[in-house]
């Protein structure tokens, strides 16, 4: 159990409709990472955030958004959906003194997303 | 922007056996971490090794051991004694600002 915990597990929903995928992170971790894994492919990342404030951002469409409360949880918002959105989410977290250039990151179970 | 390469989709090793999966990355920035993580069928994401750029004493943990050749960027992993609980997803990240990962290398283990 690495401490991050996902909601939910599983969520199938319809093209066009929008989802709201749920993190915690590691108790005293600041940042949190969300990754996005397609069938088959590697981890993409989409979106960093640190305390509250976004820090980095990649691979992340208009359609998504992400935020991260006061209690350092966070939410990826996911709406418009396509066909090409199913994935599993992953989102991580990292401690501060791992905040630099340093320290692994602690991933969640994941999110499977299917959009039929 | 930095990029990771794993150029071996699929790999295969005998139980016992020692098997190396390969890792090349690009990267201009000079301070950095690299690792390893596992993503067995369960799908949940399992830290294995990692390498600090600046230390040229390569990373071991029991098993799996690193080849980090700095000057060629390349960061290979190495397991021995090879078990059937290793059969998994491998993939290579790199750590500058932000975690970048490989495609993955698919490792079979055969009894």
């Known amino acids: 159990d690495s401490g991050v915990t996902q909601t939910p597990k599983h969520l199938i929903t319809a093209t066009g409709q929008r989802v709201t995928l749920r993190c915690s992170p590691r108790?005293?971790?600041?940042?949190v990472y969300w990754y996005q894994q397609s069938l088959d492919q590697g981890l993409q990342f989409l979106i960093q955030y640190y305390n509250g404030e976004e820090r980095a951002k990649g691979n992340i469409l208009e359609r998504f958004s992400a935020q991260q409360f006061p209690d350092l949880h966070s939410e990826l918002n996911l709406s418009s959906l396509e066909l090409g959105d199913s994935a599993l989410y992953f989102c991580?977290?990292?401690?501060?003194?791992?905040?630099?250039?340093?320290?692994?990151?602690?991933f969640g179970e994941g999110s499977r997303l299917t959009v039929l | 922007a930095q990029t990771v390469t794993q150029s071996q989709p699929e790999m295969s090793v005998q139980e016992a056996e020692t098997v190396t999966l390969s890792c090349t990355y690009d990267?201009?920035?000079?301070?950095?971490?690299l690792f390893w993580y596992k993503q067995p069928p369960s799908r949940q994401m399992i830290l294995v090794i990692r390498?600090?750029?600046?230390?040229?004493q390569n990373a071991t943990e029991n098993r799996f051991s690193v080849n980090f050749q700095k000057a060629a960027k390349s960061f290979s992993l190495k397991i021995s004694d090879s078990q059937l609980g290793d059969a998994a997803m491998y993939f290579c990240?790199?750590?500058?600002?932000?975690?970048?990962f490989g495609q993955g290398t698919e490792l079979s283990v055969k009894p």
């Open positions: 390498q600090e750029a600046y230390k040229q």
């Open positions: 990267t201009s920035e000079s301070d950095y971490y």
């Open positions: 990240a790199y750590k500058g600002g932000k975690l970048i």
């Open positions: 108790s005293g971790d600041l940042s």
């Open positions: 991580a977290s990292s401690t501060p003194l791992a905040d630099t250039n340093t320290g692994e990151l602690f």
